[in-house]
C-alpha cells in the first residue's frame, strides 16, 4: 500500500510562515508530476503549485511570490514554504501525485494524502 503523509499544518497570523511536508509511504512508480492542492470551506479544490520529474514549477496567480515548492527524491518528500500568509490561504492543504499503480501501468493515477489544515488569523 502507498500513501502520502502530510504534516506542518497549523495557525498563524497574518504575514507568518508555515512549512508543509509530504512523505511518500510506500512505493510510487512512474512518478509524473506531483504538487499541492487546498481546499477552503464552501469552494472548489484549487491548485497551489506543482513541481515536475525535472524541477519545473508551477504556481497559482493568488501564491506565486509567497509560496515555493520544492522536492527531495531522495528522502521521498516534497515540501511548500508558505510566507507572508494571507487569511484568504485559510485552508486544507493537500499533496498529489501522479503515479502508475504498476510499473507496466500505462495511465498515472492521482494519490491524495489526507490533507491538513492551514488557518490565518487577520
Known amino acids: 500500500q502507498v500513501q502520502l503523509v502530510e504534516s506542518g499544518g497549523g495557525l498563524v497570523q497574518a504575514g507568518g510562515s508555515l512549512r508543509l511536508s509530504c512523505t511518500f509511504v510506500?512505493?510510487?512508480?512512474?512518478?509524473?508530476?506531483m504538487g499541492w492542492y487546498r481546499q477552503a470551506p464552501g469552494k472548489q479544490r484549487e491548485l497551489v503549485a506543482t513541481i515536475t520529474d525535472n524541477g519545473h514549477t508551477n504556481y497559482a496567480d493568488s501564491v506565486k511570490g509567497r509560496f515555493t515548492i520544492s522536492r527531495d527524491n531522495a528522502k521521498n518528500t516534497m515540501s511548500l514554504q508558505m510566507n507572508s500568509l494571507k487569511p484568504e490561504d485559510t485552508a486544507v492543504y493537500y499533496c498529489?501525485?501522479?503515479?502508475?499503480?504498476?510499473?507496466?501501468?500505462?495511465?498515472?493515477?492521482?494519490?491524495w494524502g489526507q490533507g491538513t489544515q492551514v488557518t490565518v488569523s487577520s
Open positions: 510506500g512505493r510510487f512508480f512512474g512518478i509524473d508530476a
Open positions: 498529489n501525485v501522479q503515479a502508475k499503480p504498476e510499473p507496466w501501468s500505462v495511465a498515472h493515477y492521482p494519490y
